[in-house]
């Protein structure tokens, strides 16, 4: 500690204001990072859940009358319009599927039980994307299916990377104002302090 040793009064504030200033500040970017996370998860899985409340309504006639080729026309349709829907999956109320949204394939990991069930579900899985929130919202109580509705997280780290970033750039302006601002103050504290130390040396 040598240098803080051999640093002037005026440089010591400006390192100590500075300081204080980058602590607080990214106590606050922390805090407000988790708190717009949570409140944007819990905006996805609304919305995963309205939408499978919505598919429920719009293919429960189509899955009594097996007109399977109407509910892939719409579930396909509604993923399409919905940029964080990944996957969506139609079940009967056993459980076999009968229609979805993949094109290659249901994933193995996607297996789930939902048999039974008569609330809603929500599962979350870990995929090459992040992860994947599997809303599952039965048709009539599960007596005549289930829909499953995978909703990613990706557009929600891309807004909070977006405000991170600005959070940054908003800490480096501060920090720059504040050097000059504690700059100035430091000159105007200490200049009485030289001017003392100069009226004493020449006695």
């Given at each position: 500690?040598?240098w803080?040793?051999h640093?002037s009064?005026?440089?010591?504030l400006?390192?100590?204001?500075?300081?204080?200033?980058?602590v607080?500040i990214?106590?606050?970017?922390?805090?407000?990072?988790?708190?717009?996370?949570d409140?944007?998860?819990?905006?996805?899985e609304?919305?995963?859940?309205?939408?499978g409340s919505?598919?429920?309504?719009?293919?429960?006639?189509?899955?009594?009358?097996?007109?399977y080729?109407?509910?892939?026309?719409?579930?396909?349709?509604?993923?399409?319009?919905?940029?964080?829907v990944?996957?969506?999956m139609?079940?009967d109320?056993?459980?076999?599927?009968?229609?979805?949204?993949?094109?290659?394939?249901?994933?193995?990991?996607?297996?789930?039980?939902?048999?039974?069930l008569?609330l809603?579900?929500?599962?979350?899985?870990?995929?090459?994307?992040?992860l994947?929130?599997?809303?599952?919202?039965p048709?009539?109580?599960?007596?005549?299916?289930?829909?499953r509705?995978g909703?990613?997280?990706?557009?929600?780290?891309?807004?909070?990377?977006?405000?991170?970033?600005?959070?940054?750039?908003?800490?480096?302006?501060?920090c720059?104002?504040?050097?000059?601002?504690?700059?100035?103050?430091s000159?105007?504290i200490?200049?009485?302090?030289?001017?003392?130390?100069?009226?004493?040396?020449?006695?």
């Amino acid at each position: 500690m040598n240098w803080w040793q051999h640093l002037s009064l005026g440089n010591k504030l400006n390192i100590f204001v500075i300081t204080t200033i980058i602590v607080l500040i990214s106590i606050m970017a922390f805090l407000f990072q988790w708190l717009i996370r949570d409140i944007m998860i819990r905006q996805v899985e609304l919305r995963g859940s309205e939408i499978g409340s919505y598919i429920a309504t719009l293919t429960a006639d189509d899955i009594i009358q097996d007109n399977y080729y109407k509910t892939l026309e719409n579930i396909n349709k509604i993923k399409e319009k919905n940029e964080d829907v990944r996957y969506i999956m139609v079940l009967d109320y056993k459980g076999r599927i009968l229609a979805h949204t993949f094109k290659n394939g249901i994933p193995e990991n996607l297996a789930l039980d939902v048999t039974g069930l008569t609330l809603p579900k929500e599962t979350i899985f870990n995929s090459n994307e992040g992860l994947i929130h599997d809303l599952m919202s039965p048709i009539d109580k599960g007596t005549i299916g289930y829909v499953r509705v995978g909703m990613t997280e990706a557009s929600v780290r891309s807004i909070m990377y977006r405000q991170l970033r600005i959070i940054l750039l908003a800490i480096l302006l501060v920090c720059v104002l504040a050097f000059f601002l504690s700059s100035s103050i430091s000159g105007y504290i200490t200049r009485p302090l030289r001017q003392l130390a100069r009226v004493a040396d020449a006695i």
